[in-house]
């Protein structure tokens, strides 16, 4: 899955390159993952809940 997605450093991210997330989004999800880990686990959510976590963080 990891290789289908285009992935990108969420804006939301430490500019120091210490805590990056990086974000795939698709219709029906979105993913994220540790940029430093890109083949390590990933976090899916619905998009309802991401906008929601975004919504809450501004």
Known sequence: MNDT????KSSH?????????EVA???HAVH???S???DGP????EPVAWTAFIAWQN
């Open 5 to 8: 997605l285009h992935w990108f």
């Open 13 to 21: 991210s430490d500019d120091s390159g210490g805590n990056c997330v």
């Open 25 to 27: 989004t698709c219709p």
């Open 32 to 34: 994220l993952r540790d």
């Open 36 to 38: 430093k880990q890109s």
């Open 42 to 45: 990933t976090f899916t959510v």
